[in-house]
């Protein structure tokens, strides 16, 4: 038997021993029991104070095509109106495979290249661009309530992971913020390039969600976070203020509704852009 987590109490020493080998049941149970037992730090609800200072004031978004719809058009507007001192870069496919290709070279590239559904591909391409540049990602069919500074209340971070509480609980990547170079982000990012991977290798594919989106989120947070409690050697009584020093907040996705409406209705919603409705991989896209 492991000796790794030895004064972790049960279910949680065997949840993170399963972790480490990134199995997704696990993964998936461990976050709902890490916030419910406070072993993981949330962002807190208090007086206002200013975006962190190691995070860029910069927004990034991203539409498959170069001119996006009329109202998504219009949300992104709101989100800039919102938050004028913030630089603003929207991405397409085009632009968004050549970020890619820049910095992290053929072989991630052709795994853009793969993914058959624009939001998958926004899914990749916003944890390679947010490594690269830090900053706020927000999807394209979110709309603006009040300015992003209201989210960043309370709590220094340097990487803040929205979660919603469902059957399962999970990680949203609908908003990230984030400082460039994160390691927690980073490891999500590679969680995700060997999900597409998989894909590739063995033919099966469950769904967007599951391959790019928070299923990505949170098996590839959990691993992490199993990861360096075992290599730092932290005992059970220090997670939380381990991953606070880290700079790791979690905020409830109710929190940050408050300030970005990510419930608004959109017309490609309707269509086959909608992710929800791509349920099957294509043929020519695996070996």
């Not at 460039?180 to 490891?187: I, K, R, S, T």
């Not at 990861?227 to 880290?246: C, D, G, R, W, Y």
Request: hydrophobic residues 40%; aromatic residues 12%; proline residues 7%.
């Amino acid at each position: 038997m492991s000796r790794e987590f030895n004064d972790y109490p049960e279910p949680i020493r065997n949840l993170f021993i399963e972790a480490l080998c990134g199995h997704q049941d696990a993964c998936f149970a461990l976050l709902p029991i890490g916030l419910e037992q406070s072993l993981f730090p949330v962002l807190s609800r208090c007086v206002p104070q200013e975006f962190p200072r190691n995070i860029p004031k910069h927004i990034a978004q991203f539409w498959d095509s170069p001119e996006p719809p009329e109202d998504v058009r219009a949300a992104m507007k709101g989100i800039r109106n919102d938050n004028p001192a913030f630089s603003y870069h929207l991405e397409c496919d085009a632009s968004a495979r050549a970020f890619i290709h820049d910095h992290y070279g053929a072989s991630i590239t052709a795994l853009y290249d793969v993914c058959p559904h624009p939001a998958m591909r926004s899914d990749f391409w916003r944890l390679c661009y947010l490594h690269v540049k830090g900053g706020v990602y927000i999807d394209a069919d979110v709309t603006s309530r009040a300015p992003l500074t209201d989210i960043t209340r309370g709590t220094h971070f340097r990487t803040l992971l929205p979660y919603s509480v469902g059957e399962p609980w999970c990680l949203d990547n609908d908003v990230l913020i984030q400082e460039a170079g994160n390691p927690l982000m980073q490891h999500i990012m590679e969680t995700m390039f060997q999900r597409v991977r998989h894909i590739l290798e063995t033919g099966y594919f469950e769904n967007v969600w599951v391959s790019t989106g928070p299923g990505a989120m949170v098996v590839g947070t959990m691993s992490w976070i199993a990861h360096t409690l075992k290599n730092q050697k932290i005992p059970f009584h220090e997670v939380s203020q381990f991953l606070m020093a880290a700079g790791i907040a979690f905020v409830a996705h109710r929190q940050v509704e408050q300030t970005l409406d990510t419930c608004s209705h959109f017309a490609y919603q309707s269509t086959n852009a909608n992710w929800r409705k791509f349920m099957r991989w294509p043929d020519s896209n695996t070996p």
